[in-house]
């Protein structure tokens, strides 16, 4: 029963493979997190907001 004990404890101390799983995850976040910021950029009000700034910017004279 000892045995069965310690390796099971063994087993789930084991940490191979959690670098991996960490990039993954890491990734996966990173892929969400893009994807979010691209629909709030290309939203109606972002885009007129920042054609205006542009719009603004480039009508104005030094003076």
Same mark, same amino acid.
């Given at each position: 029963? $000892?045995?069965? $004990?310690? !390796?099971?404890? /063994?087993r @789930?101390?084991n940490?191979? #493979?959690? +670098?991996?799983? /960490? $990039?993954?995850? #890491? !990734? @996966?976040? *990173?892929?969400a997190? *893009?994807g &979010?910021? $691209? @629909?709030?950029v =290309? #939203?109606d009000g &972002? &885009? +007129?907001?920042? /054609?205006g700034v542009?719009?603004? *910017? @480039?009508s =104005?004279t030094p003076?």
């Amino acid at each position: 029963m $000892y045995r069965i $004990y310690i !390796s099971l404890t /063994e087993r @789930l101390r084991n940490d191979d #493979g959690m +670098s991996t799983i /960490e $990039y993954a995850f #890491g !990734s @996966l976040a *990173a892929a969400a997190l *893009a994807g &979010v910021l $691209y @629909l709030v950029v =290309n #939203g109606d009000g &972002v &885009v +007129s907001a920042i /054609e205006g700034v542009i719009t603004d *910017a @480039l009508s =104005n004279t030094p003076g």
